[in-house]
């Protein structure tokens, strides 16, 4: 990923470093990092406030490029990629499981049936378990 490349090159720059293998940050600057994203979606806030897309565009890819270089500080240049493909995964199988559910329910609201039946349709229709990878 051209960016985790871009970013580990700044952190070197920087001063910051990365790790070779994944591990925690000891307090001080684990706290630092976290600061650090939290200024980052303050400054999405204020140009979603300043109505300009230029500002929301420019704050978000900020966001992105400090998240990716927390990432490389813990050491998981070499996962986040496949980490990203997951959670795009889990994301669209709540989609397919939300769509699922909406149909289950709509079918609960427009078919006459007994009150029990209905339960058991209404659990069975939210029983649906996410499952990573």
Known sequence: MKLIKQVLAYNK????????????????????????????I????????????????MAISDAIYKLTSVACELGLQNQLEKCLDEIHLI?????????????????????PQTESNRQINLLSATSDTYKCG
């Open 13 to 40: 720059a920087n001063g910051l470093g990365y790790q070779h293998n994944p591990k925690l940050l000891n307090t001080r600057h684990g706290v630092f990092s976290q600061m650090a994203l939290q200024t980052e």
């Open 42 to 57: 303050d400054n999405i806030n204020a140009a979603f406030y300043s109505h300009s897309i230029e500002n929301v565009a």
């Open 91 to 111: 994301h669209m199988e709540k989609i397919k499981n939300d769509n699922r559910l909406n149909e289950n329910v709509q079918q609960i609201v427009c078919s």
